[in-house]
């Protein structure tokens, strides 16, 4: 005798779960990434935005400088007149002693530039976003002083071999005091050479306005070559 057929529905495959797009990597900048952008010229531009790219959509990166940041905030804070910048090339991994060591000559001269240590105080900045036309530009000085006459100064750090081109100067500048209300108010941007200890501040024959046309300009390039780079 046959057995009779089963009345159970044959058996289906579930459907694949749907591939949920991956959300668009938008433009942003680094006061330091975007600096470094306008001092490019031609491909060079390209190939450096479409590295940025790359690294956000990965999260990667990495500070070197981090440990030396903090031995010079702390001679500041301590008036040690730099006692922890000496001492650092000492405190960090070997594959990192010889970048140290060629910061403190430099890092020492700028702080004796300062004058009497116990004149100077380390003052707290705060990050901004600032927005060039449609890009976000983030606008963060490494650290803030207080002098004992009342002025203020934001600084940022330049840690490259090279020195500071004239463009990479002006566009970091001109970037702080455009969100200094936010970053110190009241404060004065200054860029510091680090290696050679030299000390960047704005030229006041320097027009601002100019300097926003151009700033812009770039920001829009910036920006097209981040979305052509997807």
Avoid: C
């Avoid at 941007?189 to 030229?203: K, N």
């Avoid at 812009?216 to 052509?228: D, L, N, Q, V, Y």
Wanted: overall charge positive; hydrophobic content about 45%.
């Amino acid at each position: 005798m046959t057995a009779p057929a089963s009345s159970a529905p044959p058996a289906t495959t579930a459907p694949a779960a749907a591939t949920q797009p991956a959300a668009p990597v938008l433009p942003y900048a680094t006061l330091l990434a975007f600096s470094r952008y306008v001092d490019r010229t031609g491909p060079a531009k390209a190939n450096f935005v479409g590295g940025l790219r790359k690294q956000r959509a990965s999260r990667s990166g990495f500070n070197p400088h981090g440990q030396f940041v903090k031995a010079l905030k702390s001679d500041l804070a301590f008036h040690t007149g730099g006692t922890h910048v000496n001492q650092v090339p000492d405190l960090v991994k070997p594959r990192w002693r010889p970048l140290y060591q060629a910061l403190v000559p430099g890092t020492l001269a700028y702080l004796n530039s300062l004058g009497d240590p116990r004149s100077v105080e380390l003052a707290q900045t705060h990050d901004a976003l600032g927005l060039l036309g449609g890009l976000p530009v983030k606008i963060n000085p490494h650290l803030g002083l207080r002098f004992a006459d009342g002025h203020a100064e934001a600084v940022r750090l330049h840690f490259d071999e090279a020195p500071p081109s004239d463009e990479l100067v002006l566009a970091s500048l001109h970037l702080m005091a455009r969100h200094m209300d936010q970053v110190l108010p009241h404060a004065e941007p200054v860029l510091v050479d680090v290696r050679r200890g030299v000390t960047h501040r704005r030229s006041p024959s320097v027009r601002a306005e100019q300097v926003e046309s151009w700033l812009a300009g770039e920001a829009a390039a910036f920006s097209a070559i981040w979305s052509t780079a997807a």
